[in-house]
């Protein structure tokens, strides 16, 4: 047998037990909100053993012990966060969003705030790596000129310390650009000057319109104002239980200004939640007065 495959070996016998997989499967639903059943065991596993390694572990079960019985948990809990969380995004993504939020709810946003200058406050409340929040920026800074040049604040935040870092340098494959319209990609995108990297940066002044910042949307309260006017938390909710998926709801209306919308992801829903929203369009809300 070679070195990798007994190295394979070994990794295959690198099991959590079940009262391990349960304490971590608990410790990760309690701080993120993030459901974790005993399907999902193997994937954990698979994403843990780096992170296991990094800490001079020798296997998945002596890193729950250190974690839960030697009282390391506290300092771990954001790197095992990290490793944890699914960071799925792209540019575009679910484009009839970006599309009636130009053509339909900007104007109306706009109409609302006549009496004085408009500063739209946009939040994407479950940004990954950036991909949704720099999409806001260009669609509005697109649009900005056509409504009378209206300000604009786009805010990103997510859970993940690892994810904020890359959505901060703004650094993508190539093979991301492909849903960004060509017009966008010329003004917004610049590819790396050494074409075997096959990267692309989003543009300094693009980039200069959108602030990140930690938020775990477990965290009471939320530290971004009561006076946003749209509020992006789209394909998260589907990893929450029921329970959760209210509370965190409930503390977004309550940072949505009266007027504002809620966007979800296609597959997400409000059904039996009885919150003060309206429906504006396909998973689109809109904040109602109660």
């Known amino acids: 047998?070679?070195?990798?495959?007994a190295q394979a070996a070994i990794g295959g016998l690198d099991r959590l037990s079940t009262r391990d997989f349960q304490r971590l499967a608990r410790f990760i639903h309690d701080y993120s909100g993030i459901k974790?059943?005993?399907?999902k065991q193997t994937m954990v596993e698979g994403?843990?053993?780096?992170?296991?390694?990094?800490?001079?572990?020798?296997?998945?079960?002596?890193?729950?012990?250190?974690?839960f019985d030697?009282?390391?948990l506290h300092d771990e809990a954001v790197h095992l966060i990290d490793v944890v969380t699914t960071n799925k995004t792209?540019?575009?993504?679910?484009?009839?969003?970006?599309?009636?939020?130009?053509?339909?709810?900007?104007?109306?946003?706009?109409?609302?705030?006549?009496?004085?200058?408009?500063?739209?406050?946009?939040?994407s409340a479950a940004s990954s790596i950036g991909a949704e929040p720099y999409?806001?920026?260009?669609?509005?800074?697109?649009?900005?000129?056509?409504?009378?040049?209206?300000?604009?604040?786009?805010?990103?935040?997510?859970i993940s310390t690892r994810a904020l870092a890359a959505a901060v340098a703004g650094i993508y494959p190539e093979g991301m650009a492909a849903p960004v319209p060509s017009d966008f990609r010329q003004r917004y995108l610049r590819r790396a000057k050494d074409r075997s990297r096959q990267l692309f940066r989003v543009a300094p002044e693009l980039r200069a319109l959108v602030r990140f910042g930690r938020l775990n949307l477990m965290q009471r309260p939320y530290p971004v104002g009561s006076d946003i006017d749209v509020i992006f938390c789209r394909n998260i909710l589907i990893y929450f239980d029921k329970p959760t998926q209210q509370a965190v709801l409930e503390q977004l209306c309550a940072h949505l200004r009266p007027g504002g919308y809620l966007f979800l992801g296609h597959s997400e829903s409000l059904a039996g939640l009885g919150l003060p929203l309206e429906s504006a369009g396909n998973t689109i809300f809109r904040r109602v007065q109660r």
């Open 1 to 5: 047998m070679d070195g990798a495959t």
């Open 36 to 39: 974790m059943p005993p399907n």
């Open 47 to 67: 994403r843990l053993r780096k992170r296991v390694a990094a800490t001079g572990c020798a296997d998945l079960n002596e890193y729950c012990r250190k974690l």
């Open 70 to 72: 030697d009282g390391t």
């Open 90 to 123: 792209e540019f575009f993504r679910e484009p009839d969003h970006f599309r009636a939020l130009t053509e339909r709810l900007i104007p109306d946003l706009l109409r609302r705030r006549r009496a004085a200058p408009a500063t739209l406050k946009i939040w």
């Open 135 to 158: 999409t806001l920026a260009m669609v509005l800074a697109d649009a900005a000129p056509r409504f009378g040049g209206f300000r604009f604040s786009v805010l990103g935040t997510d």
